[in-house]
């Protein structure tokens, strides 16, 4: 039962009025929004005006609330949320003797609503721009100014209660979600907080793999009494210096509320300080003529009076606490490692049915083994578990979301008011016998429609692989058909669609085809990316557009594409351009042209056209793509190459070729294709290093086209303004127009690009004409011939 009896009447009825506004907006819990929905209505009150000088009134407030969550579905309002029981019964403790309030005042109610984190009202708040820690920080530092933000008299032990969280209170609470595996970090912690010197142990990794949770787990274990006897005792306290730091207004403050803070741990054996980003302190609190927060905790560390525990990630660790060496060598570290792909699914089943519980939804163990398995695979900048937990929060509060919830007890409440106006109408007539009778009837009904409720509360939803799926997909971008089993249906006509489309390559088809279906079925090294090719060949034969098809049948879009110009790489420094300028030059916050396109897209192909004009030192960059799937850029990032596929085009060896007749039509045939092949692979040993050949899956050498070849592409870029036509006029060519058109369009230099420009004068310049004079209306049938020069025939 939640005790409200330090609360002010205002603040009170605040906290009544707050279910009723969670009623209007049918939610089934009560959150720390709808406490501050009620409180925006009490317009005579003074901290609504300060609101509304930051732009916060009830109206913006509840549309905000209602764009991101919508109305509910509910009948009854059935609990609270987490963030709304911490406010009302620690935050506003601490708000209030930090504001210096013997009460707890709406003041202070409004201010501990907004400066929570975790519920929806944060979400709201952002989404208004709304500028909270200006609020919070001004709220704060409001009162009396000859004060400090502590007040004259705040103890030791006040300071400690308002600026700690304890974790074994938590744990025993059940607040703590269950801690799974990680037995070889609590175990290397244990020992390390055993030790007589240097006895504070740092988890560092990377963010997302569970550190803070390490943290809990020992918590857990003190407090189901699973350590060794001299840790049996001790309690981890969580410190939250954003609020140590906040309405730290006067010189001597921070300092002051620290040291009591530490004086108080060092007065008391049991506490064990947990600072997570403990690189914060390094800096926090300072100003000019006073000590940041590590100088003031290195001389309790170095007497051995406090025990902490450090979390923080290996950049900020390197950042921060290495270059603090008096600081560094006071701290033993453990490396916290993302977990394995089995270990994240055993973590995920452990924690499930607290997500069950809260969304009122089941999830099927494939689809937990799914978000595991998709998160790993197209996710890559984040880290296991975080992120496959994530995916399975989201996917339980998409279903949640899109269950419109029936309300089957509608007939009963209906017979329920009928009830009770007979029963009110029976005793003012003073007809007692029938009144009782009625009030049987509505203890009946109201037990009935109480088992209804009771049983939708129990009726759950469940998220299957197909819902797991749609999130990944949302998050990555990547098409859902590329998740599921419908992929192995598109690889079996993945060679038929891209001949479909590039015509007279075949043979460069089928060579692509096997690589990708390798890459695909698993029988690859995954550490590399799908595919790698060397596209070679004359100038318009259809490396590129092959390129473009290529990314629109694996990733669903011709535009999934990202084109290198590699005569733009011609001299040795333009690298950066690719990963990024080094530290202290122009344009290193920008990032690399190549780096940032993949970080922000993983899922595309990645064509380096003209790759024979790039500097020798660009192909260092090019053999850790290839070899390794990843390329680390100019500030340190690695960057995942796996799910791309790497394209390189080059006219090598065919050069010369061009000045021999041997292209269009009467070329094509098998001899010269084989003089091409043997030219290519001549001409790329001598122009590239065998390093860089080796690495590349196939060398593709593109034929060139006969005349069967180029009247079949004509064919489809007729088909393409037949398409942008087919609403008006209908439209034909004969065989002669045909042949016309791929006469005029191939030419030995430019190959078949010179097709559209024909086309253009061909067929759209003198239908536009005919048009314009009248001569072609709506509906009618377009012929077009050539006999000597362009005829237009209508039907």
């Known amino acids: 039962m939640l005790d409200f009896s330090r609360f002010d009447k205002i603040a009170r009825e605040v906290i009544e009025f707050s279910e009723e506004e969670a009623r209007a907006l049918k939610a089934d819990v009560v959150g720390t929004h ?103 920080r001004n709220m704060l530092n409001q009162g009396d100014e000859e004060m400090g933000p502590d007040g004259p008299n705040m103890s030791d032990e006040e300071i400690f209660e308002n600026y700690t969280t304890n974790l074994n209170e938590k744990a025993k609470s059940g607040e703590i979600d269950p801690v799974i595996g990680r037995e070889k970090e609590i175990s290397r912690m244990v020992e390390i907080l055993s030790r007589r010197t240097k006895n504070n142990p740092t988890l560092i990794g990377e963010p997302g793999v569970g550190k ?43 300092e002051d509320r620290i040291k009591k803070l530490l004086e108080r741990a060092k007065n008391d054996d049991t506490v064990i300080l947990f600072i997570d980003e403990i690189h914060n302190i390094v800096g926090a609190g300072g100003s000019e003529g006073s000590l940041d927060a590590s100088n003031i905790l290195k001389p309790y560390l170095e007497r051995g009076d406090i025990q902490i525990i450090g979390a923080t990630t290996f950049d900020e660790y390197r950042k921060y606490i290495e270059k603090d060496s008096a600081l560094e060598r006071r701290l033993q570290t453990i490396t916290v490692e993302e977990p394995t792909v089995d270990e994240t699914i055993k973590i995920l089943k452990g924690i499930r049915k607290k997500f069950e519980e809260y969304h009122r939804v089941k999830i099927t163990d494939d689809a937990l083994i799914e978000a595991v398995t998709l998160s790993e695979r197209y996710l890559t900048e984040r880290f296991l578990p975080d992120k496959a937990i994530d995916v399975m929060d989201e996917a339980m509060s998409k279903k949640r979301t899109k269950v419109k ?60 692989k197909s819902v797991i799926e749609e999130v990944v997909s949302t998050w990555s971008g990547v098409p859902v058909s590329q998740m599921t089993d419908n992929e192995l249906l598109k690889l079996r006509n993945f060679e038929k669609n891209l001949s479909d489309r590039v015509i007279g390559q075949e043979e460069a ?9 390798r890459s695909k079925v698993g029988l690859k090294d995954p550490n590399r990316p799908i595919g790698s090719f060397l596209f070679v060949g004359p100038t318009g034969v259809g490396k590129t557009y092959l390129a473009k098809r290529i990314s629109y049948e694996l990733f669903g879009d011709e535009n999934k594409m990202t ?29 690399g042209r190549l780096t940032e396109s993949v970080r922000k897209n993983p899922y595309q192909v990645i064509l380096f056209d003209e790759i024979e004009k790039a500097h020798p030192d660009i192909f260092n ?85 006969n005349q069967e070849a180029v009247k079949k592409i004509v064919n489809l870029e007729i088909e393409k303004i037949k398409s942008r036509i087919k609403d008006k006029y209908e439209l034909e060519v004969t065989d002669d127009f045909l042949t016309h058109v791929a006469k005029e369009g191939y030419s030995d230099t430019y190959g078949a690009r010179p097709i559209k420009r024909v086309l253009m004068k061909s067929l759209e310049d003198v239908i536009s004409e005919e048009i314009v004079r009248g001569q072609i209306q709506p509906g009618d049938k377009v012929i077009l011939d050539f006999k000597d020069k362009v005829v237009v025939n209508r039907e």
């Open 34 to 136: 709808h406490i501050l929905l009620a409180a925006l209505k009490r317009t005579d009150a003074e901290i609504i005006n300060v609101l509304a000088r930051y732009g916060l009134d009830y109206n913006r407030f509840y549309n905000g609330l209602v764009d991101i969550v919508g109305i509910g579905d509910s009948e009854r309002v059935q609990g609270t949320t987490p963030g709304y029981r911490r406010v009302v019964t620690r935050d506003v403790k601490r708000l209030a003797a930090l504001m210096r309030e013997n009460m707890v005042t709406l003041d202070v109610l409004v201010t501990a609503a907004i400066s929570d984190n975790t519920d929806i009202t944060d979400m709201v708040l952002r989404s208004l721009d709304f500028d909270k820690r200006l609020f919070i």
């Open 405 to 464: 919830g029936e309300d089957s007890s509608k007939i009963l409440k209906e017979q329920l008011e009928s009830i009770i106006e007979e029963k009110k109408a029976a005793v003012l007539k003073q007809d007692f016998l029938r009144a009782a009778r009625l009030r049987d009837e509505e203890r009946i009904i109201e037990d009935k429609i109480s088992k209804d409720s009771l049983e939708a509360a129990n009726k759950y939803e469940v998220v299957d």
């Open 212 to 254: 803070t949770a390490v943290v809990e787990g020992l918590s857990e274990k003190i407090v189901s009494g699973d350590v060794p006897y001299y840790l049996k005792d001790k309690i981890i306290y969580k410190v939250d210096l954003t609020m140590l730091v906040a309405g730290t207004k006067y010189r001597g403050d921070f």
């Open 621 to 705: 960059a090019l053999l850790q793509i290839l070899e390794e799937g990843r390329l680390t850029d100019s500030k340190g990032k690695v960057v995942d190459f796996k799910n791309t596929v790497i394209i390189m085009t080059s006219n090598a060896g065919t050069s010369d070729l061009k000045k021999k007749n041997t292209y269009g039509f009467g070329g094509g045939n098998e001899t010269e294709n084989e003089a091409i092949k043997g030219k290519v692979d001549k001409a790329l040993k001598e122009m590239f290093k065998p390093e860089f050949l080796n690495r590349v899956d196939e060398i593709v050498v593109f034929n060139t086209l």
């Open 563 to 591: 084109v290198v110009d590699m005569s733009e790489f011609m001299e040795k420094h333009s690298v950066s351009k690719l990963i990024g300028s080094p530290p202290g030059y122009v344009g290193y916050e920008e990032g």
């Open 509 to 517: 088809i089928s060579v692509i085809d096997r690589a990708i279906k």
